[in-house]
C-alpha cells in the first residue's frame, strides 16, 4: 500500500524548512489516520487468529451420559492439561534463556562502547570516628584517637667525637689490615 506519492516523500525530504505549517498538519493527520485503520485491522485480524486457534484446539465439549465414558473423557482432559503444563515450562524456560542471552548482549555491547556515566561524586569531610560509625553502625561505640596509639619516639643525639688524629695513621692501619687479608688468602 504505498499512500504517498513519490513528489511527496521527495518534496518533504529536499524542502522540509520550506514546508508550511499547514501542509505539515496535513501530513501527520494523514499519517494517524493511516496508523489508526492499521491498527483496527490488526486487531480484527487477532481476535480471528483467536476463534481459529480455538476451534483447532478446544472442539465442543460433548459431555458423554454413562460415568465409565466420563472418566475416560476426564482422563484425556487431565493428559491433555499436563502437555499444554509441559509446553508452557518449556516455553518459559526458552524465554527466561533469552532473555538472559540478551542482558549479556547488552552488557557486552555497553562494555564495548567503552562509556561508562561516572556519577558526580560530592567531597564528604567526615572525621575518623564518625567514618567509623557509620561503617560499624551506631552499635559499636569506638573511639580512635590515632595520636593516642602512636609510640613515642625519643631522638638521641649521638656525640661522636671522633678523635681527629693523623690521616696517615688511619691509611697506616689499613695497609695492615690489607696485608693481613692478603696473607689469609
Do not use: C
Not at 10 to 32: A, G, V
Not at 86 to 100: F, G, H, I
Not at 164 to 185: H, L, Q, S, Y
Amino acid at each position: 500500500m504505498n499512500y504517498f506519492s513519490e513528489s511527496d516523500i521527495t518534496y518533504s525530504f529536499t524542502n522540509r524548512k520550506k514546508m508550511t505549517s499547514s501542509r505539515r498538519y496535513n501530513l501527520k493527520s494523514l499519517l494517524l489516520s493511516i496508523a489508526a485503520g492499521l491498527l483496527e485491522a490488526e486487531a480484527k485480524q487477532l481476535v480471528i487468529d483467536k476463534e481459529t486457534y480455538m476451534n483447532e484446539h478446544a472442539p465442543s465439549l460433548d459431555l458423554p451420559g454413562s460415568t465409565q465414558e466420563l472418566q475416560e473423557f476426564l482422563k484425556k482432559l487431565h493428559q491433555s492439561i499436563d502437555k499444554v503444563d509441559e509446553e508452557r515450562y518449556d516455553l518459559e524456560a526458552k524465554v527466561l534463556k533469552t532473555n538472559k542471552e540478551i542482558d549479556d548482549l547488552k552488557i557486552k555491547v555497553q562494555d564495548l562502547k567503552g562509556k561508562f556515566k561516572k556519577p558526580a561524586l560530592r567531597k564528604v569531610r567526615m572525621s575518623a570516628d564518625q567514618m567509623l560509625q557509620a561503617l560499624l553502625g551506631s552499635k559499636h561505640k569506638v573511639s580512635l584517637d590515632l595520636r593516642a596509639n602512636l609510640k613515642q619516639v625519643k631522638k638521641e643525639v649521638k656525640e661522636e667525637t671522633a678523635d681527629v688524629g693523623d690521616w696517615r695513621k688511619n691509611i697506616e692501619d689499613r695497609t695492615d689490615r690489607k696485608k693481613m687479608f692478603e696473607a689469609e688468602a
